[in-house]
């Protein structure tokens, strides 16, 4: 399976999903925290990636996503951005909203 069809997998079965470097609950770089603690704090089940394990996801993810920075996340299947979109997203309130469509 390529890279673009194993990432396509991921955000299609998850209706919230990180690609990050690192875990969640072991992040990798500053950026990747910010994000994991926005993501858990929406209190929904979301899925997540560390994009530091596999190479080929790891630019995969930029190629698909046509965004050249990690992390990414995805709501329902779309891109939301990274953690300052995210962070900006939280503080307004319409995170929260596009959680809630779809």
């Not at 603690?37 to 790891?58: H, M, N, Q």
Request: glycine share 10%; hydrophobic share 40%.
């Amino acid at each position: 399976m390529s890279a673009h069809d194993r990432i396509k997998k991921m955000v299609e079965e998850n209706k919230v999903f990180l690609f990050m470097k690192g875990t969640p609950d072991f992040p990798q770089c500053g950026f990747s925290m910010r994000a994991a603690a926005i993501v858990k704090a929406l209190d929904v089940p979301y899925g997540s990636f560390d994009v530091l394990s596999d190479p080929e996801i790891r630019q995969g993810i930029k190629d698909y996503g046509n965004w050249p920075t990690i992390p990414q996340v995805y709501v329902n299947g779309q891109l939301v951005g990274g953690s300052d979109i995210l962070m900006e997203l939280w503080e307004s309130g319409e995170l929260e909203k596009l959680v809630s469509e779809g």
